[in-house]
């Protein structure tokens, strides 16, 4: 098999596996506390990502030495810990057609704190794009839809997947940092995990929440299992591919997800999305589709 055409496989694994992750955890947050949910699902990536660096190094505990722990601090409670929580919370009052979604409009987040902090040049085909995101995001948003069993409060349930992607939006500027440091990928992703896993079960303490993690039931220990594997099968095809293919081209790719995600949600769960909530979908798509195909400068690291 082609170089390739093995990478674009991968990609749409990749899509596919993300667009049924937001379908499966809706299900899997139904009947657990998100903040029990998000904790132990990132300890548990945590120990995955702490086994890939060690890899990477060579198991030679030296390799976390380097590590610049400041960013590594930042991204994991902003990213992996409060970013995820609220999002988790979010899913759990609204639908996942309409999380997912909006979680698409991370780049928009992200070019806008990275113009302001990172001085980031924005072009005039991603200002389009930005301003086709924003649009899609207030129509979804500004779409009423009644509460059910599987969304009992759509509207601030949209507002916290919102406030999620904005902080991961601030997390990838501070990644972008760290990555430009030449920090491992890996050791990047450990550190979100670990440190958001830290963040979370303090926060679970401070929220009186911590008996919850001993009541758990066996199927929700597995929903947790089985969540963390989900995530794990993404990150491992996506990167992989990454590897064979272009960022753009894969990025891209990774647009049919939310399609995934909602028509699984319409299948399984009877979601009925409006009009509105449909051509707001569509306009995100457009704009993460245009911001895709904009190619980046390459920024060499500083010395330091």
Known sequence: MEKEQ???ILAFIAAIISGFAIFANKIFIVDLEPVVFTAVRAMLIGLLF???SLWSFNFDLSGFRKARWNYL???????GGLAFYLFFSGLKLTTAGRAAFLHKTLPLFTTIIAYVFLKEAITK????ALILMLAGALAISSTAISPDAFWTNPAFGDLLVIAATILWGVENVIAKKALLQKESH???MFGRMFFGAVFLFGAMLLLGK???LLMLKQSQILN????AAILAGYVLTYYWSLKLINVSKASTILLFAPLITLLLSMAFMGEQPPLLQLAGSALILAGAFA??????????????
């Open 291 to 304: 911001i895709a195909k904009v190619k980046s400068g390459i920024e060499q690291p500083k010395a330091v």
């Open 50 to 52: 702490f086994l890939l």
């Open 125 to 128: 085909k991603q200002l389009i």
């Open 186 to 188: 890996f050791v990047v």
């Open 210 to 212: 911590f008996e919850l």
């Open 6 to 8: 093995k990478g674009t």
């Open 224 to 227: 947790l299992i089985a969540s």
């Open 73 to 79: 601090l930042a991204i994991g409670i902003i990213g």
